[in-house]
């Protein structure tokens, strides 16, 4: 009597029981010809293969690329200088960053709670804003993110770390307006994201030339 290792071991009625389907499929595909069996496997795989490209098709067409922002903005005085180029992501596409030119990562606890030290914020390019508004300040010294009152001044969000300018007439000059945070659910796994780095091979090569962006 043939007994499979499965069954030896008791794992066979539990595999049934888990996957009732599945195992119903394989006894059906068991009693059929050799013939059969073969024109079935093709259909399978000619079937998997489509559901392939269905699955990269979506994925294309969920996700965008995004300019990172080279360095990080300070929720501080904005004291570093960054030398480096920007890079590229991708990220999922929603209602707030259809809007969004770029992302750039928060350094600091000046604007906790709306924006935690080390999170990535969506941005738009601009050179106005208004009070209210969340901006990304190029102060010459590198880039802070600020909120600005009623008369047009830059203030921290944690009234623990209140915003100082370095000295009177230092530079400053409006860049983006900070639209929110970047979620995790924004972002791909990792196999989405190695299967957009192939599938979108001239999307990349175009955006890096668009954004100076060397290999």
Known sequence: MDVSPAELLGLQNSYNAAY???????????????????????????????EERD?????KEDFALFLVHPGKAAAGAGEEVFD???????????????EADGIIRVKGHSMEPDYPDGRSLYYKKAETAKPGDDVLVNT???????????????????????????YEDMYMKIEGIILGLVPSTDRPNKQERDILETLMEEEIRAFRIDNGICD
């Open 20 to 50: 009732p389907e599945e195992a119903s499929l394989i006894c059906s595909f068991r009693q059929l010809s050799t013939r059969s069996q073969r024109i079935l496997k093709r259909i399978a795989e000619t079937m998997a293969e489509e």
């Open 55 to 59: 699955q990269e098709e979506k994925l």
């Open 84 to 98: 480096q180029e920007p890079s590229y992501c991708f990220l999922r596409k929603n209602d707030v960053n259809e």
């Open 140 to 166: 010459g010294n590198g880039y802070v993110v600020k909120r600005l009152d009623d008369k047009y001044q830059l203030y921290s969000v944690n009234p623990d770390l209140p915003y100082t300018v370095a």
